[in-house]
């Protein structure tokens, strides 16, 4: 009988502390831009580095941020990638484990898969590349209230993509949660390497 | 009054420096973020121009790839970013210092001539319209960059 009776006082304390837990969170003030229940679930179809289809089921459980960019992009992309790179830095092993970044190129012409994955690379082990066609991009950039186009070729056939520097932060369960600005463009400032690891270590806990 | 055309001398040269004398722009921190692939490469300096005169950067080169051109990153009203090519020449005000870093103006590095990895130097030049050149070596990062 007893351990009958130590269930029904689990079943009843469990709820009890996590919902301690989740209004002790609720005190927290995120330091980046709260989305919270503005911005729909992660939700996509997309072909990863590795040439398979990937959809949000292969990252669930764990915090993911979505960043739309393209290779062929020296400036804004490697600087956001580079300072997530010293967000990573800036957190314990363990935690590092329970994050994501998916890097989405909006630029399915020149990313081919393994040029994706070359590029994901050189960045760490955090980072999956992953395209589609335009369509699909278009969708998906859309839902996250963003776009992007493309510049006229010039005459070697090299061409800018114009695309939102924004990373999408969403928890466990897949919402979305924050909006960061991990670039500075134009002399307007980013979130700084501390906040952006203060508010993943948030939702972490 | 011999005297005090002196001293006006020995103030005015004790005011300007001799790199203002001469009005030698200088680079700083040249550095460049290197990226896998055929993926383009950001080059970033700071130019000071302690002259009096304005100094007018007419393009660049460097022996390391077969295309350097000066761009600039900047913010579009439908909230994307975008990277265009620098209007020619880009002015840079007696003694002022333009900085090309992350997020704004930069060398865009294309077609490179021969395998570069981080840890290596490479020359860049700065052509200016007077026809002098202005060279520095820049330090190759990795993609996390400085």
């Known amino acids: 009988m007893f351990p009958r009776q130590l269930l029904h006082a689990l079943a009843v304390l469990v709820p009890l502390v996590s919902m301690l837990l989740v209004s002790g969170c609720s005190d927290y003030e995120w330091k980046t831009s709260n989305i919270t229940g503005k911005f729909p679930d992660l939700e996509f179809e997309l072909t990863s580095e590795h040439d398979e289809t990937i959809t949000e089921e292969d990252f669930a459980n764990t915090i993911n941020m979505l960043f739309f960019g393209f290779t062929s992009c020296p400036d804004v992309c490697p600087m956001t990638l580079s300072r997530l790179n010293m967000v990573m830095d800036n957190l314990e092993p363990q935690e590092r484990r329970q994050i994501r970044v998916l890097f989405v190129s909006v630029d399915p012409q020149r990313d081919t898969p393994p040029k994706l994955r070359e590029y994901t690379n050189a960045f760490g082990p955090h980072l999956v590349g992953a395209t589609a066609d335009v369509e699909t991009l278009e969708t998906l950039t859309s839902r996250y209230h963003t776009a992007f186009s493309y510049g006229e070729k010039d005459s070697e056939g090299n061409y800018n993509v114009n695309h939102n520097g924004s990373v999408f932060v969403f928890d466990r369960q897949g919402k979305a949660r924050l909006k960061v600005t991990a670039s500075s463009v134009g002399g307007i400032p980013s979130d700084s390497v501390e906040a952006i690891a203060s508010d993943l270590r948030a939702l972490i806990d | ?146």
């Open chain 2, 1 to 146: 009054m011999k005297m005090r055309n002196l001293l006006f001398a020995v103030i005015i040269a004790a005011l300007g420096s001799p790199a203002a004398a001469t009005g030698n722009a200088e680079f700083r921190d040249p550095w460049i973020r290197w990226l896998p692939g055929s993926a383009p490469m950001g080059g970033y300096f700071s130019l000071d121009n302690p002259g009096q005169d304005p100094l007018a950067v007419s393009g660049a080169s460097s022996p390391a790839y077969g295309s350097v051109s000066l761009h600039r990153t900047s913010h579009r009203q439908d909230g994307t970013t975008s990277m265009q090519p620098v209007d020619l020449p880009l002015t840079v005000p007696g003694n002022s210092t333009i900085a090309f870093e992350p997020g704004g103006y930069h060398l865009m590095l294309r077609a490179p001539q021969h395998s570069i990895s981080p840890g290596d130097r490479v020359t860049i030049t700065l052509h200016l319209a007077s026809g002098n050149r202005i060279r520095a070596t820049f330090d190759v990062y990795s993609p996390a960059g400085k």
